[in-house]
């Protein structure tokens, strides 16, 4: 087998395993604290989309041509976009909702999730769009023995890498080392005795909503850069994606949303480039359903205990 077509596709499954990481962590965040799955996260992703998109025509329009500064002003200014969405939507869609049955908060988070998608689409239109390339450049890396050829990376996709390992440390430390990690913690043991012992768990929960939110605006920001085109539709297929990479990695759990990304990257990367493109999504579902049925609560996650 080729060394150069297994290393390139090492790094494609990367790149996408480090985007679905992204995403998957909002939700897993979700279900940590509330035990429920936020279906309108993957709009959120999508948001961030267009925000990027508008973002860099408002700073052409002032004249900042500066990439860096363009770089930082775009991610700034879409991931407080987007913690503002996430937090409108677990106001609107869960709060009110906090002690009917489990299954009204799921029903509220799709009719969002279809709120936003087609304010989107007849906002800014169905057409698929696309923003200029921002930042280019490839780093190539000798593949041993393979002839002359190299592996490529882009400069974004570097940075996607990168964000998306500093952001999962950042989140492993805010959980495990300060007071609000505390405070979820908590929460996501047992609600009830946390109020009782004065943690405001709405505000955790709001939190916890808006950080997921976040780290999907970064994702957001860092796709359309590196792939340069989106439309409306694209928070439902990544977002249960992300879902899946969640449930794979141990949804609950912060490093196995990372992992159950990775993973999931990896193997839609390779069955496309060594059996077909067409049916990679079967694949990687195929995967999630055999981690399910060997090992039910994931890679890195725990059984549930039921409480008596």
């Known amino acids: 087998m080729d060394p150069f077509l297994i290393g390139q596709q090492v790094v494609n499954g990367l790149i996408l395993g480090a985007i679905y990481g992204l995403i998957a962590v909002g939700y897993t965040m979700v279900y940590g604290i509330m035990g429920m799955i936020n279906f309108a996260h993957g709009e959120v992703y999508m948001i961030a989309a267009y925000l990027t998109a508008i973002f860099l025509a408002l700073l052409a329009s002032f004249g900042v041509d500066s990439v860096p500064v363009v770089l930082f002003l775009t991610l700034l200014g879409t991931v407080a976009f987007t913690a503002l969405h996430g937090w409108a939507v677990e106001r609107v869609a869960y709060r ?39 930042l280019e450049g490839v780093i190539r890396i000798p593949a041993e023995g393979a002839g002359g050829h190299f592996v490529q990376i882009t400069y974004i996709q570097v940075m996607i890498v990168i964000m998306a390992l500093a952001g999962m440390g950042v989140l492993t430390w805010l959980i495990q080392a300060t007071s609000l990690g505390r405070a979820c913690r908590a929460t996501q043991q047992d609600r009830v005795m946390a109020e009782l012992l004065g943690v405001d768990t709405g505000r955790i929960i709001s939190v916890v909503f808006v950080l997921g939110a976040a780290m999907a605006g970064v994702a957001g920001v860092l796709v359309t850069l590196n792939y340069g085109s ?79």
């Open 96 to 134: 009110p909702l906090g002690r009917s049955t489990r299954l009204a908060p799921l029903i509220s988070a799709i009719g969002i999730s279809l709120v936003l998608q087609n304010y989107l689409r007849l906002s800014q239109g169905a057409r698929t769009q696309g923003v200029p390339p921002l």
């Open 230 to 308: 989106f439309d409306f539709f694209i928070g439902f297929v990544t977002g249960i994606k992300a879902f899946t990479a969640a449930v794979l990695g141990g949804i609950g759990s912060l490093p196995g949303a990372m992992l159950g990304g990775l993973v999931l990257g990896l193997s839609e990367s390779f069955f496309s480039g060594f059996v077909n493109t067409d049916y990679k999504d079967v694949f990687a579902f195929a995967i999630l359903i055999g981690v399910l049925i060997f090992r039910p609560s994931g890679l890195m996650g725990s059984p549930e205990v039921e409480k008596v």
